[in-house]
């Protein structure tokens, strides 16, 4: 039996996977967190296999998260399961040690798929994601500088493009209004742009909106 901790923030979405697994002999979901810090908590006080983990969650980030699982217990499994599509996120979280990557439209069979080969120590993507994956490898792309970004602040040109105020930020990241402003000046620097207007067409232009 493998028990898996559900990290993420929106309760019918917890229950609704609960009902896929039930399904299951051989997976259990043994915990469930509805933030980053109770996460973290979860796995310390052990029992848990392999993590199903939400990368947008209230506090602390699923990237946050996901790093200092990986830090602390480099074997466990993680598959981040995201609403955002793959082109945003998938490839930054398995450079940060995720065992894969699946959007929640996928199909159940296909999520329990995911998790039965992260559990048993594989690794899972999806086959547009692979594909893309290996573009990169043939041919890396350098007309992406986001790429380029860190992970906070890619969350947060995210943020500015969808028209996050300051406070909205803030208040998401647990981060102070302030500190924003200086994510916000350092992805203008590096992007090259001069302004929030042309920041959110650079977002649009290269599909980075969910």
Do not use: W
Request: hydrophobic share 45%; net charge negative; charged share 25%.
């Amino acid at each position: 039996m493998t028990n898996i901790l559900l990290a993420d923030d929106h309760l019918m979405f917890r229950e609704g996977l609960k009902q896929i697994l039930g399904r299951c002999a051989d997976l259990r979901i043994a915990a469930e967190a509805g933030d980053g810090q109770e996460a973290l908590e979860l796995v310390q006080a052990g029992g848990i296999d392999a993590v199903v983990l939400d990368i947008s969650m209230p506090g602390r980030s699923g990237f946050d998260v996901l790093v200092e699982l990986k830090r602390e217990y480099p074997d466990l499994p993680v598959l981040v399961l995201s609403m955002h599509p793959e082109n945003q996120y998938a490839i930054r979280v398995l450079k940060a040690g995720a065992s894969g990557y699946l959007t929640k439209e996928s199909a159940a069979d296909e999520l329990i798929a995911a998790i039965r080969k992260v559990a048993a120590g594989g690794r899972y993507v999806s086959a547009s994601l692979a594909e893309k994956l290996a573009d990169a490898l043939v041919a890396p792309s350098v007309a992406d500088p986001h790429q380029e970004l860190s992970n906070r602040e890619f969350q947060v040109l995210l943020m500015l493009a969808q028209g996050r105020t300051l406070r909205e930020m803030a208040d998401a990241l647990l981060i102070s209004e302030k500190t924003v402003t200086t994510y916000r000046a350092r992805i203008l620097e590096k992007l090259g742009l001069r302004n929030n207007a042309e920041l959110t067409r650079y977002a649009i232009d290269r599909h980075l909106l969910p």
